[in-house]
């Protein structure tokens, strides 16, 4: 039976923060949402042929015809200003990569999503080992899609130290460094190095640098808590909307209550959704003020 569990606690922002958990196939979850209501969705859905124990294991050569139907959803749902983060990784069949989530881009694309941007999580803790013919892999991949050109971004939440380079790079510039030198590619793209000066900080690369976690959070395949919260602060304000269709352990529901984002979690393992609730009432308890309730919205 699909069962919603709601908690809703008062911050210092005037809505209350709420975070929803329904229980049941995401596709069929995702219809009791309306329009245009989520401003992000940042998910990990199985990868083919995994976690067959808990979500049945989808087959590479399915995998698109799989998804489609929960990606028409989610571009009902999202915000024409909203962003999709989807972490996904290909496998290896018959000794050679699978191209299942590049089909899956190109139907995607079909589908009227656009193909914004793709960052890459390198995961330092991968584990050793040796294989035949390739390295281990150490990295997986975060595909960005929108719905349209123009999208809710906040750059400057996500800035980093701008790093050693500069004490040497900007002490002695020269005068193709004061003014905007264009790329020789002719991408159109260029940079004026002498805006750089006396900055501290600098925008971030498209590679996250991120060790995975899983023993700690009763679930196989569990992200670290550092993943959801970098999109969450860089397509989100407080008081948004952040969904995960294939929830697991929780994480990007935790994350965005503890940054005063209302959450939606989906899962079709009773397990999961009963875990997420028990641990949601102390944490909203603890972090956010007093807990205004218990039952389905």
């Not at 990295?139 to 719905?147: C, G």
């Not at 995975?212 to 993943?227: D, G, I, M, V």
Request: glycine share 6%; charged share 25%; aromatic share 12%.
């Amino acid at each position: 039976m699909d069962t919603e569990y709601s908690f809703k606690t008062q911050t210092n922002s005037i809505i209350p923060i709420s975070a929803n958990i329904l229980e049941g196939d995401c596709n069929e979850q995702l219809q009791l949402l309306p329009d245009n209501y989520v401003d992000l969705i940042v998910t990990s859905p199985p990868y083919a042929d995994q976690r067959k124990n808990t979500y049945g294991g989808i087959s590479h050569d399915r995998y698109v015809e799989w998804f489609l139907p929960i990606s028409g959803q989610l571009l009902r749902v999202l915000k024409p200003t909203g962003t999709f983060v989807l972490n996904i990784k290909e496998k290896v069949v018959n000794g050679e990569r699978s191209t299942y989530v590049i089909e899956l881009i190109l139907e995607m694309r079909k589908q009227g999503w656009l193909w914004t941007e793709e960052f890459i999580w390198h995961k330092k803790n991968s584990y050793p080992g040796k294989w035949p013919n390739r390295f281990r892999d150490s990295w997986e991949r975060l595909l960005q899609f929108n719905k349209n050109k123009i999208f809710s971004m906040y750059q400057e939440e996500v800035m980093v130290p701008i790093g050693d380079w500069a004490n040497s790079r900007l002490k002695n510039l020269s005068e193709t460094d004061k003014t905007r030198d264009n790329s020789r590619v002719g991408s159109g793209f260029g940079k004026n190095i002498s805006n750089w000066v006396n900055r501290t900080k600098a925008y971030p690369t498209n590679v996250l640098h991120l060790a995975t976690e899983c023993s700690n959070k009763n679930h196989s395949a569990a992200f670290p808590e550092e993943l959801p919260e970098w999109f969450i602060k860089l397509f989100t304000r407080e008081n948004d909307v952040v969904l995960d269709p294939f929830m697991g352990s929780g994480t990007t529901v935790f994350v965005a209550n503890r940054m005063n984002r209302h959450a939606i979690g989906i899962d079709i393992v009773p397990e999961y959704c009963h875990m997420v609730k028990s641990k949601l009432q102390p944490r909203l308890l603890d972090e956010k003020g007093k807990y205004e309730g218990d039952k389905p919205e």
